[in-house]
Every structure is written in C-alpha cells, then in structure tokens.
C-alpha cells in the first residue's frame, strides 16, 4: 500500500498584516564574529604586558582577517600577532609584539 503523508495547513492571514510588517534584512553575526569581540574587548581593558591566545580552526589567514576585521570594528588598540613556534594561535595584545619571534639565530642577532 502506498503511504500518503498530510499537509499542514495554518490559519488564514489577512493580506494587510504582511504588508506591515518588514521582513528582517541583514544576516547573523558569525559566531566566532562574536567570541573575537569578547576577546578584543577583555584585552582592551586588561593589562598591557598581558597577551592572550585564541586557539583557531581552519585557515590561518581566514582567522588572522576575521580578527583583524573585528579589531578594526571595535575601535580599540588591540593587536593580533602569530608565532611560527605555535600553530594554531593568534595572540592579541595591547602593544605591538615584535616580529623577529620564533626566528633561529641569523645575521645581527
């Protein structure tokens, strides 16, 4: 025998209730969007010899950009840095981090 399903029908709508109402424009904040803010926002106010890391998944450079795009939206001195010695890590502070980390030991050093 051949199974049929029913539909669902809701109750009538009157056509000038659709048209009061806006249609919710605008996509939802990612989530990750949301931690980074809270991030950005504990290092802001925190110390400034104080670092704190963010352990990512996926690409470097989508996480570095999500950061940056984040740290630039709340206004506030925060920076991002990275480390060769440790993947997987975006480190944010309140003073820029010197770029020579992780580097063995070459010309002028």
Do not use: C
């Amino acid at each position: 025998m051949t199974k049929f399903t029913t539909i669902k029908v809701g109750k009538p709508l009157n056509l000038d209730d659709l048209k009061k109402k806006a249609a919710p424009r605008g996509h939802r904040a990612n989530p990750r969007d949301e931690d980074l803010a809270r991030l950005v926002n504990e290092v802001s106010v925190g110390a400034a010899s104080q670092v704190l890391p963010w352990h990512f998944e996926g690409k470097a450079a989508t996480a570095r950009a999500a950061a940056n795009k984040v740290v630039k939206a709340s206004g506030a001195a925060v920076y991002v840095s990275s480390r060769p010695d440790m993947p997987g890590v975006l480190l944010f502070s309140r003073v820029p981090l010197s770029g020579r980390q992780g580097k063995g030991k070459g010309k002028g050093n």
